[in-house]
């Protein structure tokens, strides 16, 4: 990914970051599930992708010592000022090897420009014996999203995340044991397909991880035949995140 896509995505996360936690209820379950298995406590951790430190409160619970990375400052801003931040990129971590107890990641790796190389530099800066507690978006994801488009243009307009097998023998390759791992499609449910479009905006999500945002292109027509091509079920227009919950150890 490259440094101008890179800021483009740091804007969108921080334009988000004002309503981030109203919208971001997937990204609230999958916490809790990533928080739902860490029992017990570290001494150095890590959230990488901090995103408004939501989290903060239960993982200084989990910790001894806890840092806050995150690539917007928008974002931090939002959690307590007397906590640890760092504003920079996943994909070029300012931290020296064998530095954490535990990684936390929830919904955000998947933003990674190379995350075979972020898994590795993960597996570098942690202790001997340390932990990454991650949930990843994969591939299947926004399939919603992905099949309202079809009826529009044959663009990819949705972005492509990695194929779980795929992030499997990434783990094993930077060196990580995978203590354990699941995959699980958690699901937004929206009252009409305009709601669930909004929603990725909503949470800084809408930019294309190719570089490419075809969605600000679209006359009025083509908009109306979007909405009209997206999936309904049961009178709701979902949008669905493959999750995968990892837990590794080094």
């Known amino acids: 990914m490259s440094a101008a896509l890179k800021l483009q995505v740091a804007s969108k996360f921080s334009r988000a970051s004002a309503q981030y936690l109203k919208h971001a209820n997937v990204q609230k379950r999958s916490a809790e599930i990533l928080l739902s298995g860490m029992n017990k406590r570290y001494g150095a951790m890590l959230d990488l992708g901090a995103g408004p430190m939501q989290h903060h409160g239960a993982l200084s619970e989990k910790s001894n010592t806890l840092v806050a990375l995150d690539l917007s400052q ?22 020296l090897a064998n530095s954490f ?10 933003w990674s420009g190379d995350l075979p190389k972020l898994l590795a530099k993960l597996h570098e800066i942690l202790k001997l014996g340390g932990r990454a507690h991650l949930s990843i978006v994969v591939d299947g994801s926004l399939r919603e999203i992905a099949t309202a488009w079809q009826g529009v243009d044959e663009h990819c307009h949705v ?82 995140y493959e999750v995968a919950f990892l837990e590794l150890t080094k």
């Open 74 to 95: 928008s974002m931090l801003n939002q959690g307590p000022q007397s906590a640890y931040k760092v504003c920079a990129d996943m994909d070029s971590l300012p931290f």
């Open 101 to 110: 107890d535990c990684i936390f990641s929830n919904f955000a790796i998947q």
């Open 159 to 240: 972005n492509k995340f990695i194929d779980f097998e795929n992030l499997l023998a990434a783990a094993r390759a930077a060196g990580f044991s995978i203590r354990s791992v699941s995959k699980r499609c958690l699901v937004d449910m929206f009252d009409t397909p305009k709601a669930a479009m909004k929603s990725v905006k909503n949470i800084g999500a809408n930019q294309l991880n190719s570089g490419e945002n075809r969605r600000g292109l679209v006359g009025k027509k083509s908009y109306q035949t979007l909405l009209d091509s997206y999936p309904i079920r049961d009178g709701c227009a979902h949008v669905s």
